[in-house]
């Protein structure tokens, strides 16, 4: 009789927490040089699915291990101390870095000039 109670109270648990984790699909990201380009449409499930999370998600101690950043925002840490273009610099190195890097490697053809990540909208 106590096994149905407690299932559906971990069952209810479960419901209300896990949506606390839940990433959007396709986020916008912007800086503060974005008046310059258009803003960057995110596939965030498409890279969750084929990039260890670490890689984007990172925070390093004082011993250069990466104890991740999971539910940090990137602006907390690149673009702080007053230098607004650390954030568009963090973003280029690391997206167009990768980029750049698979298509080398002949992985897929991913997006690699600036026109292809920075749309213009209508």
């Not at 009789?1 to 299932?7: E, G, I, V």
């Not at 479960?14 to 986020?27: E, H, K, Y």
């Not at 291990?65 to 101390?81: F, I, M, P, W």
């Not at 568009?88 to 698979?102: P, Q």
Request: aromatic share 6%.
């Amino acid at each position: 009789m106590r096994f149905p109670l407690a299932a559906a109270a971990a069952a209810m648990i479960l419901l209300t927490v896990s949506p606390c984790w839940a990433q959007d699909d396709v986020m916008t990201l912007t800086s503060p040089e974005s008046a310059r380009r258009p803003p960057v449409s995110f596939p965030h499930a498409q890279h969750a699915d084929t990039v260890d999370c670490a890689v984007c998600h990172h925070d390093f101690d004082r011993f250069g291990n990466n104890t991740g950043s999971e539910g940090r925002a990137c602006n907390e840490c690149h673009g702080s101390q007053g230098n607004p273009e650390a954030l568009s610099r963090a973003f280029h190195r690391l997206c167009a870095g990768c980029h750049a890097k698979k298509e080398i490697r002949e992985e897929y053809n991913p997006p690699v000039m600036c026109g292809q990540c920075h749309l213009k909208t209508k």
